[in-house]
């Protein structure tokens, strides 16, 4: 975890993430989105994570960024890759950052 501010690992992520919309890193087509995949088998869904995140050079900040925006969210609202983690395991992690709050 990192004290910096979510708007400056924001800014990080947007700069530098391989899924930047700038045209240049992202590897997203027309046929499919790595970042979104329609896999709801967790298995999948990880595999899929550290393909889609592989070599990105904002992947720590990416995934406490994730983890920050969806602690309040209903589980069954947090989809999507981000920082090589799938949806099950942010939310375990939320989960678990809640149990060390207390």
Same mark, same amino acid.
Request: charged fraction near 25%; charge should be positive; aromatic fraction near 4%.
């Given at each position: 975890?990192?004290?910096?501010?979510?708007?400056?690992?924001?800014?990080?992520?947007?700069?530098?993430?391989?899924?930047?919309?700038?045209?240049?890193?992202?590897?997203?087509?027309?046929v499919s989105d790595p970042w979104f995949p329609v896999t709801r088998n967790e298995a999948?869904?990880?595999?899929?994570?550290?393909?889609?995140?592989?070599?990105? +050079?904002?992947?720590?900040?990416? !995934?406490?960024? *994730?983890? $920050?925006?969806? #602690?309040?969210?209903?589980?069954?609202?947090?989809?999507?890759?981000?920082?090589?983690?799938? +949806?099950?395991?942010?939310?375990? !992690?939320?989960? *678990?950052? $809640?149990?060390? #709050?207390?």
């Amino acid at each position: 975890m990192t004290t910096e501010s979510s708007s400056v690992l924001a800014k990080r992520r947007q700069g530098r993430g391989l899924c930047a919309p700038d045209g240049k890193k992202s590897r997203v087509s027309a046929v499919s989105d790595p970042w979104f995949p329609v896999t709801r088998n967790e298995a999948d869904l990880e595999a899929q994570a550290r393909k889609a995140c592989s070599g990105c +050079p904002v992947k720590a900040e990416c !995934a406490e960024l *994730a983890l $920050r925006e969806e #602690a309040e969210l209903p589980p069954d609202w947090i989809q999507g890759i981000y920082g090589g983690l799938a +949806p099950h395991q942010r939310i375990a !992690a939320i989960q *678990a950052r $809640r149990g060390a #709050a207390r």
